[in-house]
């Protein structure tokens, strides 16, 4: 199970952070992302982290995201810096392991003046 938290409404320019908690059978080895979905959009990938610390981003939030996790507690992170209203969207965590992807239920992130 995952829940995440975090989403609310900010102006352009604004910082969120988001934070997803991952509870139940949790491998070691595993993949705690974020993906986001727009309105008439599909899913896409936003930024990923493993278990060993290798990160991955899209091109068009490199240098404005930052994603992290802590392993201890099985929480992954994304601090948004740079908000721009094209960021406005349901953000979804993720946690991959053993070939399965399990989702939490998404935040919305809105970035209006």
């Known amino acids: 199970q995952l829940q995440a938290s975090g989403g609310g409404l900010v102006q352009p320019g604004g910082s969120l952070r988001l934070s997803c908690v991952a509870s139940?059978?949790?491998?070691?080895?595993?993949?705690m992302g974020w993906y986001r979905q727009a309105p008439g959009k599909q899913r896409e990938l936003v930024a990923t982290m493993s278990s060993g610390g290798i990160t991955t981003y899209r091109d068009s939030v490199k240098g404005r995201f930052t994603i992290s996790r802590n392993n201890a507690r099985s929480t992954v992170y994304l601090q948004m810096n740079s908000l721009k209203p094209e960021d406005t969207a349901v953000y979804y965590c993720d946690l991959n392991q053993k070939a399965m992807d399990y989702w939490g239920q998404g935040t919305q992130v809105t970035v209006s003046s």
């Open positions: 139940g059978s949790i491998f070691s080895i595993n993949v």
